[in-house]
C-alpha cells in the first residue's frame, strides 16, 4: 500500500475540519469539525502503523485510544451546548463568547446603596 493516498485524505480531511472550526457559527458544527480533525489523525495512525509493520500495533491502538476521547468529547460537548441553548435560545458561538456576567461598570454603587442619607451627605462633603 503506497503512504501517498492515505496521507493526501487525511490532509483533506484535516483540512476540512480546520476550516469549519474556523469558519462555522453553530457549535455543533465545529464539534462535528473536530470529529473530522481527529478522524484524519487516526487514519494517519492507521496508514503509518500498517506501513511501518509495527509488531505491536501501536498506531491502531493509539487510535482506539483516540475514537474513546473524541466519544467522550462530544458526549460533553453535546451536553454543554444543549444546556447553553436553553439558558441563551442560541447556540452560535460569536454570540456566547461573553459568557460572564457583565462585570458592574460603578463598583461604588453597591457601598452607596447600603449608606444612608447622612452618610452620603457625609461622604459627598
Not at 9 to 21: K, Q
Not at 64 to 73: C, G, P
Not at 97 to 103: F, G, K, Q, S, V
Not at 117 to 125: G, P
Request: aromatic share 4%.
Amino acid at each position: 500500500m503506497h503512504l501517498a493516498y492515505p496521507a493526501v485524505l487525511a490532509a483533506l480531511l484535516f483540512c476540512t475540519g480546520l476550516y469549519g472550526v474556523l469558519a462555522r457559527r453553530n457549535a455543533i458544527l465545529v464539534l462535528m469539525s473536530v470529529e473530522l480533525m481527529l478522524n484524519a489523525v487516526n487514519l494517519n495512525l492507521v496508514a503509518f502503523d500498517v506501513w511501518l509493520r509495527d509488531a505491536l500495533h501501536a498506531g491502531q491502538a493509539l487510535t482506539l485510544f483516540t475514537i474513546a476521547v473524541a466519544a467522550a468529547e462530544i458526549g460533553i460537548g453535546l451536553a454543554i451546548v444543549l444546556m447553553v441553548h436553553r439558558n441563551r435560545g442560541t447556540s452560535d458561538v460569536d454570540r456566547l463568547r461573553d459568557t460572564a456576567e457583565n462585570p458592574d461598570p460603578d463598583p461604588d454603587r453597591d457601598r452607596d446603596r447600603d449608606k444612608t442619607s447622612d452618610e452620603k451627605a457625609e461622604a459627598a462633603a
